[in-house]
């Protein structure tokens, strides 16, 4: 319908650069810490974009930056309300040791039966202490919670009153009731912090480590690799490449170097990192050194696409590379 199209008008949305969707993140934040009731690090948001950005090709910014933040936040979340790994562990063994107790007691074995007796006592006492630990830090967690969300109403019960010109009200809530809650949630904060001051049996912060977890999860990637700082991993790019190409050191420098301009931000993002043209004969480390840069890159040798032109030697076979013409079978699938 050509009236109902023009009173409609294009507007193109460009993906905001790393620096415009970390702005966006930090704008978002407090709505997710609200929600998730947990705390978002500024690494973490800075991390969500950068490994995004490094990883997810098949997404935009902001969006899958902000699906890093939403599912790093709702885990954690989900890890505060759960029984902690340690406290489960033993709780199995506990189990575990209490059916072969039974086991034992119709085998009249008095001193294999002391034995796990005293295991039950010494692991139970363990369990014990864990378990008050837990309950203290979450209650303290939740006190907490609750403080920040009594916070969140007064603001918004003096916005109400604002509006309504009760200005009375405003100042009691923002200067009376605001202040003394805002004392209640320092003072949680402290507690938890004294009690968690040489172990953490409830983490309620996002951080660099569970964006990467998450990262991990979505594209197969291990987490210490994906955690290795990029100066680091460009500066002994050479190293890393020679680790699988013997000799080629002139292109091995050509290629490092192109890579480290790159990450610079000396070179055009709309343009390729680089072009190389390597010949030689069959062995020599053409496609090796293709596949140790992209192992180094994007941490899976296959992350590239490889096109071998003796397959192609044919007149017919140039559809397999830029696909069938309209009209043929599998016009719709296109190309290589």
Known sequence: DKALE???????VDEPSREDAISILRGLKEKYESHHKVLIKDAAIIAAVELSTRYIADRFLPDKAIDLIDEAASKLRMEINSKP???DEIDRRIMQLEIEREAIKRENDEAKLAELNKEL???SGQRDGFKARWESERALVERINSAKDKIEALKHEASQAEREGDFGKVAEIRYGRIQETEKELAAGKDELLKLQADSKMIKEEVDVEEIAAVVSRWTGIPVTRM???ERTKLLKLEDELHKRVIGQDEAVRAVADAVRR???GMGDERRPIGSFIFLGTTGVGKTELAKALSEILFNDEHAMTRIDMSEYQERHTVARLIGAPPGYV??????Q
Not at 6 to 12: E, L, P, S, T
Not at 330 to 335: A, K, P, T
């Open 330 to 335: 599998r016009y719709d699938e296109g190309g």
């Open 85 to 87: 790994e340690e406290l």
């Open 262 to 264: 790159s990450r610079a």
């Open 121 to 123: 006592a010494e692991l």
């Open 227 to 229: 955690l290795e700082a």
């Open 6 to 12: 023009r009173r409609f008008q294009k507007v193109m």
